[in-house]
């Protein structure tokens, strides 16, 4: 068990750009968050997947944003058309099975992929 | 929405000081998380507490969730520079969300 994996853990780009992260969860993980962190702040949900499923999805979640799990297994969060505003620290967890709907245990964390909008 | 404000938001303190960190909720929490977190690195689970007047304890570390469980607290004791880093505390999704939400940390700086 390697962990939540998140590549890159380094991006930066010009505004305009279009940038893609990708979260590798624990492997027997079904579920997955991704969050945004910026300096001085706790995580801000983002969205939650089940399986391949996106469930739900923040107000923080503009449009320029997009989430997908395909296969149930690795995600991507792209961000088009970056903005200065878009600069932060993007976060992805992920949990285990739980039996009933509502997950109640341990995020874990991956190191995160911190983005720099010049 | 449920709030989860913590205090102090930054902390210095001399190796071997004991210290504690405080995480109010504005609702009552069905599951209260510590997270500890270096600069630039992701959250790296510390405890988790569930029931009012819930204890754990890990080497140093001592968490405690209230009878009424709207607040807990963080006890380190006899720190060390180890210890130094960012505590977020984070709570459980409620009904009707899926989401954990995070407080805003505490920095904390443990001198040599």
């Known amino acids: 068990d390697t962990g939540v994996s998140q590549d890159p853990r380094h991006k930066i780009t010009k505004r305009g750009q279009n940038v893609t992260f990708r979260c590798d969860p624990i492997?027997?993980?079904?579920?997955l968050y991704w969050y945004r962190q910026t300096l001085g702040q706790g995580p801000e949900f983002l969205t939650y997947?089940?399986?391949?499923?996106?469930?739900?999805k923040s107000r923080l979640l503009s449009d320029r944003f997009s989430a997908e799990r395909p296969k149930g297994s690795f995600s991507t969060l792209e961000i088009q058309r970056t903005e200065q505003g878009d600069s932060a620290m993007y976060l992805c967890?992920?949990?285990?099975?739980?039996?009933?709907?509502?997950?109640?245990?341990?995020?874990?964390f991956g190191e995160g992929s911190r983005l720099t909008v010049l | 929405s449920q709030e989860l404000e913590q205090s102090p938001q930054s902390l210095i303190v001399q190796e071997g000081k004991n210290l504690t960190i405080n995480c109010t909720s504005s609702?009552?929490?069905?599951?209260l998380y510590w997270y500890k977190q270096k600069y630039g690195e992701g959250l790296i689970f510390l405890m988790m507490?569930?029931?009012?007047?819930e204890e754990k304890s890990h080497e140093k570390i001592t968490a405690k969730l209230d009878e009424k469980k709207q607040q807990s607290s963080l006890h380190i004791t006899a720190s060390q520079p180890s210890h130094a880093g960012i505590y977020l505390c984070?709570?459980?999704?409620?009904?009707?969300?899926?989401?954990?939400?995070f407080g805003t940390g505490t920095r904390l700086k443990v001198l040599a």
């Open positions: 967890a992920s949990i285990e099975r739980l039996a009933g709907q509502v997950p109640t245990g341990e995020l874990f």
């Open positions: 492997s027997e993980h079904n579920r």
């Open positions: 609702k009552t929490l069905y599951g």
């Open positions: 997947f089940q399986n391949e499923a996106q469930l739900e």
């Open positions: 984070g709570a459980g999704p409620r009904s009707g969300t899926y989401k954990y939400i």
């Open positions: 507490l569930q029931k009012g007047g």
